[in-house]
């Protein structure tokens, strides 16, 4: 359920982010795109409630824990702990912004959009505080977290409502020249960005694979692989292959990339309802080891053990899969052939993942 929650609080940000910044952008540049009223007003009233699932939760375990009355935990979880304190705020944001966005008079002012965007920033700001990298480094987590997901959901909220909520193919060049140079930028911040929050979150970035966390970071990151194929394919090669091909549709294909987003969100969704390891050794005092690290990994496991790369036949053999599957994605965006090159992007993942994993000893 939290897990769940969290995913659906991600897509509601980005749903908000990506119709309101593409109501500031001029009709000639962009396809025609409608995103209902009704929609945004649910995403804006649904924030508060699922971000508070998480809160219920740690108030149920800790009232449980120290036999303590459910509304006395949470009353001191609100008022206490900065994720708490956050939600409070949050629940202040989206009221605010659920008002905006109802009425009329101001729903068809031209300067909403500005108002509600900034609204919507601050709700991510406080999303950040009430992060664990703003817990672990209060200033340094709040700024990185920030921007790690705000510019995220700048790329994806632009292309779920442009792919989903267009009406029409009018104006993809004039789109896609300025939307590819601000996918490019957001994507360098989303990295540089995560980077930096594995340094102090995930410290033993390759030992964390043995626990279930290190393995859905890893996870998310190799998704990430065929995510950045399906950007380069229609960012850049849309207009190329739209000359080979008269009946090509980017719709389809930017669907696809929404998809592919979607599974992304929903690995950072898991990652963000778990604690990150900081010393690998003493979490597996706790944790148990990830039943995938230890279905693949062919040694003796042993909680104290630190793990390295090192080259097999296998792992070459898997890396080499994923360079056909990543040329096959490139051929079949050129041959509009949009099943296949969805399934080999996958595939070019799956074969990272098993390249990486068969290189640890």
Same mark, same amino acid.
């Given at each position: 359920?939290?897990?769940?929650?969290?995913?659906?609080?991600?897509? %509601?940000?980005? $749903?908000?982010?990506?119709?309101?910044?593409?109501?500031?952008?001029?009709?000639?540049?962009?396809?025609?795109?409608?995103?209902?009223? /009704?929609?945004?007003?649910? %995403?804006?009233?649904? $924030?508060?409630?699922?971000?508070?699932?998480? $809160?219920?939760?740690?108030?149920?375990?800790?009232?449980? @824990?120290?036999?303590? =009355?459910?509304?006395?935990?949470?009353?001191?979880?609100?008022?206490?702990?900065?994720?708490?304190?956050? #939600?409070?705020? /949050?629940?202040?944001?989206? *009221?605010?912004? !659920?008002?905006?966005?109802?009425?009329?008079?101001?729903?068809?002012?031209?300067?909403?959009?500005? !108002?509600?965007?900034?609204?919507?920033?601050?709700?991510? !700001? #406080?999303?950040?505080?009430?992060?664990?990298?703003?817990?672990?480094?209060?200033?340094?987590?709040?700024?990185?977290?920030?921007?790690?997901?705000?510019?995220?959901?700048? #790329? $994806?909220?632009?292309? +779920?409502?442009?792919?989903?909520?267009? &009406?029409?193919?009018?104006?993809?060049?004039?789109?896609? @020249?300025? +939307?590819?140079?601000?996918?490019?930028?957001?994507?360098?911040?989303?990295?540089?960005?995560?980077?930096?929050?594995?340094?102090? /979150?995930?410290?033993?970035?390759?030992?964390?694979?043995?626990?279930?966390?290190?393995?859905?970071?890893?996870?998310?990151? !190799?998704?990430?692989?065929?995510?950045?194929?399906?950007?380069?394919? @229609?960012?850049?090669?849309?207009?190329?292959?739209? &000359?080979? @091909?008269?009946?090509?549709?980017? &719709?389809?294909?930017?669907?696809?990339?929404?998809?592919?987003?979607?599974?992304?969100?929903?690995?950072? =969704?898991?990652?963000?309802?778990?604690?990150?390891?900081?010393?690998?050794?003493? /979490?597996?005092?706790?944790?148990?080891? *990830?039943?995938?690290?230890?279905?693949?990994?062919?040694?003796? +496991?042993?909680?104290?053990?630190?793990?390295?790369?090192?080259?097999?036949?296998?792992?070459?053999?898997?890396?080499?899969?994923?360079?056909?599957?990543?040329?096959?994605?490139? #051929?079949?965006?050129?041959?509009?052939?949009?099943?296949?090159?969805?399934?080999?992007?996958?595939?070019?993942?799956?074969?990272?993942?098993?390249?990486?994993?068969?290189?640890?000893?």
């Amino acid at each position: 359920m939290i897990y769940l929650s969290e995913g659906l609080l991600y897509i %509601c940000f980005a $749903i908000l982010i990506g119709a309101l910044l593409l109501r500031l952008v001029p009709e000639h540049v962009r396809p025609t795109v409608h995103v209902p009223n /009704t929609l945004l007003l649910a %995403c804006a009233i649904a $924030i508060p409630i699922l971000s508070f699932v998480p $809160i219920h939760q740690l108030a149920q375990l800790f009232a449980k @824990n120290f036999e303590l =009355a459910y509304i006395d935990m949470l009353k001191s979880i609100l008022l206490d702990v900065n994720s708490g304190k956050a #939600w409070i705020w /949050t629940l202040v944001g989206s *009221s605010g912004l !659920v008002v905006l966005l109802g009425l009329k008079s101001f729903r068809n002012d031209k300067h909403m959009p500005k !108002v509600a965007l900034f609204v919507t920033f601050l709700l991510i !700001v #406080w999303l950040g505080y009430a992060s664990h990298a703003s817990a672990l480094s209060s200033l340094k987590g709040l700024v990185v977290h920030t921007a790690h997901f705000l510019a995220f959901s700048v #790329w $994806i909220g632009i292309l +779920f409502v442009v792919s989903w909520f267009s &009406k029409d193919e009018r104006n993809w060049p004039a789109f896609l @020249n300025w +939307f590819s140079p601000v996918a490019i930028g957001a994507v360098i911040v989303t990295l540089l960005a995560g980077f930096t929050l594995m340094t102090f /979150t995930t410290p033993q970035y390759v030992n964390a694979w043995m626990i279930p966390y290190g393995q859905m970071l890893l996870i998310k990151h !190799v998704l990430i692989l065929p995510l950045l194929l399906f950007a380069y394919t @229609n960012g850049f090669g849309y207009k190329r292959t739209a &000359k080979l @091909n008269s009946g090509f549709n980017p &719709k389809r294909w930017l669907k696809v990339e929404s998809v592919i987003a979607l599974l992304v969100l929903g690995a950072t =969704a898991i990652l963000g309802q778990q604690a990150p390891p900081h010393k690998i050794q003493e /979490t597996l005092q706790t944790v148990s080891p *990830s039943p995938l690290f230890t279905a693949i990994y062919k040694g003796s +496991f042993s909680p104290d053990m630190l793990l390295q790369f090192t080259l097999h036949m296998e792992s070459v053999l898997m890396f080499v899969a994923a360079l056909l599957m990543i040329a096959g994605v490139i #051929w079949t965006h050129k041959s509009n052939r949009l099943i296949p090159s969805f399934i080999m992007g996958m595939l070019s993942a799956v074969f990272v993942y098993f390249g990486l994993m068969f290189s640890i000893a």
